[in-house]
Structure formats: structure tokens, C-alpha cells
């Protein structure tokens, strides 16, 4: 399909509030709010938020990195604001976006374990409080538009029950980007397209993912007042994951990356820039630009089996190795103070849970008890961060290492569960990290990527089960520290151990077939209903039923009253 971005002005002349014309200039209409009264003079006091969440975006696959991927609209909101070069999220989708959401990490949510899959009957705990709903406490107005991969078997679960006004977008972790279908396996197929909470079939154009988000982000700009309430919308991207799909005219400029993965890639990526582009000409034309925050932040690292590109980090996506969990990420907005920084001081993913809260004038409760730290003067101004340590994650789950044992552990801890942890420039991983090599870019070579050609293949990796790297110098994990400093290694242990106490149990329940769309008017949503629900329902149904049998009796004595008061005309 052969799709070209619209110019903006063009774009929003049919999405602006029914009260102006579809005609009206930018300048039109910023004349017209300016005189619209004295309240549009006077600023709210909160900032706008306007968080993007992009999908297995590589460490190296902006242009700032390096890249061959031409970003010149991320790269020039990266220089304008702070460049977040010491930043990390999680290796895979769920995990990353429910300690967004919460401000709390895996161990502490039960989601410790792969990611949140569509047949589980499983979400992001109910009782756990979310970003949305905190900064709706503090007057903000909530919006998310794209991909929510946190679950959806019951209607709790969703996004419009957990804090949003409005959702727009994807329930599950990828599929189609024309036709919004998603096959889980064999006779396990539907659509996953929704406004609300209901199934989008009205609003759905065939439109590119990227392009139709971008839209429907613009809309809400469009039809929110800037001067009256502070808004938050949560733009969660399905870009760049598998599959690997782009309006054709984006290739066009990557002809020269023989490798069909990586030039497939490039072009979602420049997709994505130019919808980057046009939300925020979209915030300067409405008006949210000067009192806007702006974080954007990839969810995972880049597969380079799908044409993402980690290098020179070490690893991939679902992996505790650096190229799985350092994020590309920045913050841009005319609110910083040191404008065209880079920060390099720790950040985690959890930090933006109390810092957009406490930014956003909400409060943060000691019964929330967040992992996340308030990071606003780190980035803005420079300052040391609160943060000295990140939990990577513990998966007690996850113990395929082979030679794992609590000898290795010092006696502390069994190796072979798999378990990350950085303290200072220290990082320590035990059990099995994930697929480990380093892969260079794939422009030069034309072969798949399955076939790993020119990898720096790991060999003498077999049979460990614990590792220590100093980070800081070593930030391509090169160099096993862990026989060297056996003092270090305990220290971290003990640290793990200290974590692993306040763990609550891992939430990975079997495959529910009740999920299959086939069920559920063939889309993808809630099946699963608690015994609440069912005596609610099973009690409607006996009432339904007990007014329809009223209902006939009285129709049968009301015609039976008919027909003897015929009779008796008759015989009168």
C-alpha cells in the first residue's frame, strides 16, 4: 500500500472542534484563542505530558547512535533537550510497560516471568495503582493511543479501567499494521483494533499503524483546550516490531541496504520519525508546545534477527545482556533548564512513574511503595541521581542453567536462576542472560540473519552461570570481572538475596482456550468472567427469563379475555 503523510495543516483541518471551520489558518486560529478571553492568558501551572513509547528500537538505530537510519526529527528533539545516555528499561514488552505503569519492579507486580500472553488470564495486578490514575487525581486529562500489552482477559483490565479517559489502539503485543488481525497459533485469530472498549471496526481505514495513531494523537490535541486542563497522552507506538511492514515509499530511500530485514527496518524507523515530526508540530500549533514535557523511550532493545541493530551494546531483545535493556531515550521540552545536555547519570524506566507525578503536581503515597525515584533535576539541571542501583529483574522461573548451583552462588544464591542487578558500575548476571553475541550492523551483508554471518560468535560463555562487569568501563561487557573480584560478586549476591525477600509470587497461569476470538465475535478481548459476574449474569438471565414467562402469561389471558368477550357479543 503506497501511503504519504498528508501536510499537517491539511491533516488537521479535519480533525480541529466543530466550533471552527475546517478551513481556518494556524494564525486564524491562534488569533482566535487569543482573544478569546482572559483565561487563555493564564497559563495552567502543570505541564502538558507527552509520553512516546516506542517497540524494539535498537540502541544503534537513531541517527544520534551513529545509524545509517535517517532520524533527523528525533535527532534534533534529542539535541534540544537531554539525551539519556546512561538509561534503562527492560528486555521485553510487558515487563518494561508495567513498571512504567506502576513505578515498581517485576518482583514487586508477579510479572517476573516473559511477558503478559493473549491467552492468559492475566493483566497487570488490579491493585496496583497506575500513572494514568495518579495523574488524573492531580486534574490531568488522559488519553492512550497505540499498543497496551498489559492484558485484557477481564474488563478491569483494561485500559479505560485503569486510568485513561480515552484509548485508542491495541490490546495485545503486535500484528498486522494494515488489517490489525493477530494469530496466536492455529485457529487462534482476530482483530485487535479498539476504541474504548469496544472493537474499532467503524474507525478503521486499512490505515498504517503508525500513520493512524499519529492521527488520532493529533485529534485528541485538537479537541482538548491547552489553557483550561493539563493533559497526558501516552503514545505507545507498535513500531519498529515484527512484522517487518512500510508504506512503499519509505523503502525507497534504503535501496542501498542490501540486507531485506534491515532495509525493511530502516524505513519503519523513518516512518516513525516523521510521525514524530508531525506530533509535534501538532503541540506547537495548538498551543501545548511551550508548557509540554516530552519522553521519549524505546520499550526493549532492538532483534537483530528482525533488522534492528544493538551494536556495539552486546545481545538483543529478551535479553539481560546491555543491548537488551539499554534504552534509547530522551526528554525535550522548553521547561529543562540545561537545554542540549546529555545525562548520564542512572535512569530506570520505573523513575518516570514519581517523576511525572510529582512534575504533574500529584502525590505519591508511602503505600505505593515504588522502586522509581524522582529523576526531574538529574535530567533538567544536572544533579546527581537518587538512583545507585536497578534490579534488572529475578525470574525464579527461568532456571535452564546448566552448571547453575549454589556453590557457584558462593552459597548465597543459585546460579542458576536467572537474575540481573547494577549497583554503581557494577553489573552482575546469574543463570542464563539470553543470546549473547554482538552483531554488527547488517548493511554490508545480503545473507539472513539467521544464519548469523559475521557475529562474534561466544564460545567460552558454555558452562558458566555467573558474571560481573564493570559497566562504566567496560559498557560492551567484554570483559569477565567475576573470578577477579570474588568480594564483589558476594556483595551483589547478598543484594539479590535482599530483593529476592520482598518478592511476591510469579502471576504465569496456563493458556485459558476460552480466549480464542472465535468465541468472542471473532475479536480479541475480555472472556473471563469471576463468580461475581457470573451470579450477576446468571441472575439476569433468571430474571430475563421470569419477565418473558410473565410476559407470555399475561398475553395469553389478555387474548383469552378477547375471545370470551367475543363470545359473549355473539351470543348477546
Excluded at 482 to 491: F, G, L, T
Amino acid at each position: 500500500m503506497f501511503l504519504r503523510w498528508p501536510p499537517v495543516t491539511f491533516l488537521l483541518s479535519f480533525i480541529v472542534p466543530p466550533v471552527w471551520s475546517v478551513h481556518m489558518s494556524w494564525e486564524n486560529w491562534r488569533s482566535t484563542q487569543r482573544n478569546g478571553g482572559d483565561e487563555f492568558e493564564q497559563p495552567i501551572s502543570q505541564p502538558h505530558i507527552v509520553f512516546i513509547l516506542v517497540d524494539d528500537q535498537g540502541f544503534r538505530d537513531v541517527g544520534y547512535h551513529g545509524s545509517e537510519i535517517k532520524t533527523p526529527n528525533l535527532d534534533r528533539l534529542a539535541a534540544e533537550g537531554v539525551k539519556l545516555e546512561n538509561y534503562y528499561v527492560q528486555p521485553l514488552c510487558s515487563p518494561s510497560r508495567s513498571q512504567l505503569m506502576t513505578g515498581r519492579y517485576q518482583i514487586h507486580t508477579g510479572l517476573q516471568h516473559s511477558i503478559i500472553r493473549a491467552t492468559q488470564p492475566n493483566c497487570l495486578p488490579l491493585e496496583n495503582i497506575t500513572l494514568p490514575q495518579k495523574l488524573k487525581e492531580a486534574g490531568y486529562s488522559t488519553h492512550m493511543v497505540g499498543k497496551w500489552h498489559l492484558g485484557f482477559y477481564k474488563r478491569g483490565c483494561l485500559p479505560t479501567q485503569r486510568g485513561f479517559d480515552t484509548f485508542f489502539g491495541s490490546l495485545l503485543g503486535s500484528g498486522d499494521y494494515y488489517s490489525h488481525y493477530k494469530c496466536e497459533g492455529p485457529g487462534m485469530c482476530g482483530y485487535d483494533l479498539y476504541e474504548g472498549e469496544e472493537a474499532a471496526w467503524e474507525q478503521d481505514r486499512g490505515l498504517y499503524s503508525t500513520v493512524m495513531f499519529t492521527r488520532k494523537a493529533v485529534s485528541i490535541l485538537a479537541n482538548h483546550d491547552p489553557h483550561r486542563q493539563p493533559l497526558f497522552l501516552y503514545l505507545a507506538y507498535q513500531a519498529v516490531h515484527s512484522p517487518l511492514q512500510v508504506p512503499a515509499r519509505y523503502l525507497e530511500r534504503y535501496k542501498g541496504i542490501p540486507n531485506p530485514h534491515r532495509r525493511k527496518y530502516a524505513a519503519m524507523v523513518s516512518c516513525l520519525d516523521e510521525a514524530i515530526h508531525n506530533i509535534t508540530l501538532a503541540l506547537k500549533h495548538f498551543g501545548y508546545y511551550d508548557n509540554t514535557v516530552i519522553v521519549y523511550s524505546t520499550d526493549n532493545g532492538g532483534q537483530p534477527l528482525a533488522g534492528g541493530s544493538n551494536w556495539p551494546l552486546r545481545g538483543s531483545k529478551a535479553t539481560y545482556w546491555e543491548g537488551g535493556i539499554r534504552g534509547v531515550g530522551f526528554v525535550h521540552s522548553p521547561l529543562l533548564v540545561k537545554k542540549g545536555s546529555k545525562c548520564r547519570t542512572l535512569v530506570h524506566i520505573t523513575d518516570w512513574f514519581p517523576t511525572l507525578v510529582t512534575l504533574g503536581g500529584g502525590t505519591l503515597d508511602e503505600d505505593l511503595n515504588l522502586d522509581g525515584y524522582d529523576v526531574w533535576e538529574a535530567i533538567s539541571e544536572g544533579r546527581p541521581s537518587p538512583r545507585l542501583d536497578i534490579l534488572h529483574n529475578i525470574d525464579p522461573i527461568y532456571i535452564k542453567a546448566k552448571n547453575g548451583s549454589w556453590k557457584a552462588g558462593y552459597g548465597l544464591w543459585n546460579t542458576a536462576i536467572q537474575a540481573a542487578l547494577r549497583v554503581g558500575h557494577w553489573k552482575l548476571l546469574t543463570g542464563v542472560p539470553g543470546y549473547s553475541d554482538w552483531v554488527p550492523p547488517q548493511t554490508f551483508s545480503n545473507q539472513r540473519l539467521i544464519t548469523r554471518h559475521h557475529n562474534e560468535r561466544v564460545h567460552w560463555d558454555r558452562g558458566k552461570s555467573i558474571w560481573l562487569f564493570n559497566i562504566t568501563a567496560d559498557p560492551y561487557e567484554r570483559v569477565d570481572l567475576s573470578q577477579r573480584y570474588p568480594h564483589i560478586v558476594k556483595k551483589m549476591l547478598m543484594r539479590l538475596v535482599q530483593y529476592n525477600k520482598t518478592a511476591v509470587p510469579v502471576r504465569y497461569p496456563a493458556k485459558d482456550l476460552r480466549s480464542n476470538p472465535q468465541y468472542n465475535g471473532g475479536v480479541w478481548g475480555p472472556w473471563y468472567k469471576d463468580e461475581k459476574q457470573e451470579r450477576d449474569e446468571e441472575e439476569e438471565r433468571y430474571n430475563n427469563l421470569f419477565t418473558n414467562h410473565l410476559g407470555k402469561r399475561r398475553w395469553k389471558n389478555k387474548s383469552k379475555n378477547k375471545k370470551l368477550k367475543r363470545q359473549s357479543r355473539t351470543l348477546a
